[in-house]
C-alpha cells in the first residue's frame, strides 16, 4: 500500500471539524491535549469537547491517557493507531505541578547504568501512581519544602521539568529506595564528581531539604569516596541526634557510627568507586 492510499484510509471517518482540530494541534506541536484544548480551538462547550474527545478515541485518532488528556497519534503510527511517545511526555501530565526525580533523574543525566523502568514523577500535590502504555509512573509526593531544585528540559520539543543534577543526589539520600539502594547513589556520585557537579550547591540543597538522614548519608558517602564537600563542618554540625538506616532499603542489622549518626547495614567495601 501507497503512502497516499495509507492516507486516504486512515483519514476516513474524520469529519471537516474533526480533522481541522488535528491539525491544528499537531502543527502546534501538541502531543498530549486536553479538553480545554479541544475547547480553545473549536470553541465548543465544555461537553461538546468531551464528545468530540470520546469520538477520536473510538476512530483511533486519539489515545486517552488520563481523566482529560490525550495522546494524538499521528498517521505514521499506521492503521492500527499503535503508538506511544516519550514517556517524560506522558509523565508531565500524570501530576500538576512536577518534575522527573530520582531513579529516573540519575539515569537522564547518566548518573547510573540501570535503565529504570519506572518513571518517578515528584509532586508536591495528591496524585496517583499508574501504569500507562506499559510503563509504570510512580508518584512520589513531597512537602512544598522539598519542591526546588529542577530545571525545564527539552524533551521532543516539549519543557519537561528534571531535577538537577544536585537535586537528583539529594533527593536519593532523602530516599534511597526510589533510586536502587544507597550503592546506587554512591556510584551516582562518583559519576557526579565526574561531571564537575557542584557539591557546593548539594550542601545548599541539603541544608534547605532539611532532613538529617540524606545529610548524613551525603558526609558518609564523601568521606567514603574522597569527595570534598565545601560545606562538610556546616553539614556535619547539623547532624541529627538519633540515628539513621546507612541504606533503608537493606536490614536493620549493622553497627552504630557515631561520627556519623548512622546505622552502617551495608559493607562499606561495596560503596567504593571501584564496585563494579
Excluded at 471517518?13 to 480553545?40: C, K, N, P, V, Y
Excluded at 492503521?79 to 530520582?102: C, D, N, R, W
Excluded at 560545606?231 to 549493622?254: H, I, M, N
Amino acid at each position: 500500500m501507497s503512502s497516499t492510499q495509507e492516507t486516504q484510509t486512515i483519514r476516513q471517518g474524520l469529519s471537516t471539524r474533526e480533522s481541522r482540530l488535528l491539525s491544528h494541534l499537531a502543527a502546534e506541536g501538541h502531543q498530549i491535549i486536553s479538553i480545554d484544548d479541544i475547547e480553545a480551538t473549536l470553541e465548543v462547550a465544555p461537553n461538546t469537547a468531551r464528545e468530540i474527545a470520546s469520538r477520536l478515541t473510538e476512530k483511533g485518532w486519539l489515545d486517552r491517557l488520563l481523566p482529560g488528556r490525550y495522546l494524538i497519534i499521528p498517521l505514521a503510527a499506521g492503521e492500527e493507531a499503535v503508538y506511544t511517545t516519550h514517556e517524560y511526555l506522558i509523565a508531565s501530565h500524570v501530576a500538576e505541578p512536577m518534575y522527573i526525580g530520582y531513579y529516573s533523574a540519575l539515569s537522564h543525566h547518566g548518573l547510573t547504568e540501570q535503565v529504570p523502568r519506572t518513571v518517578y514523577v515528584v509532586t508536591p500535590t495528591r496524585a496517583q501512581s499508574r501504569e500507562i502504555h506499559g510503563v509504570p509512573y510512580r508518584v512520589a509526593t513531597v512537602t512544598e519544602r522539598k519542591f526546588f531544585g529542577y530545571e525545564p528540559t527539552s524533551i521532543e520539543g516539549t519543557a519537561v521539568n528534571i531535577a538537577d543534577l544536585e537535586k537528583t543526589l539529594v533527593d536519593c539520600a532523602d530516599h534511597p529506595e526510589y533510586c536502587g539502594g544507597i550503592r546506587e547513589l554512591a556510584k551516582a556520585m562518583v559519576a557526579a564528581d565526574d561531571q564537575d557537579c557542584s557539591w557546593a550547591t548539594v550542601g545548599e540543597y541539603l541544608q534547605r531539604l532539611d532532613n538529617g538522614a540524606a545529610t548524613k548519608r551525603i558526609v558518609y558517602l564523601a568521606d567514603q569516596l574522597d569527595i570534598d564537600l565545601p560545606t562538610r563542618e556546616t553539614l556535619v554540625a547539623s547532624f541529627t541526634s538519633g540515628y539513621s538506616l546507612l541504606d533503608p532499603t537493606q536490614s536493620e542489622q549493622g553497627l552504630y557510627d557515631s561520627e556519623y549518626r548512622l546505622r552502617i547495614n551495608v559493607d562499606p567495601g561495596t560503596l567504593g568507586p571501584t564496585e563494579s
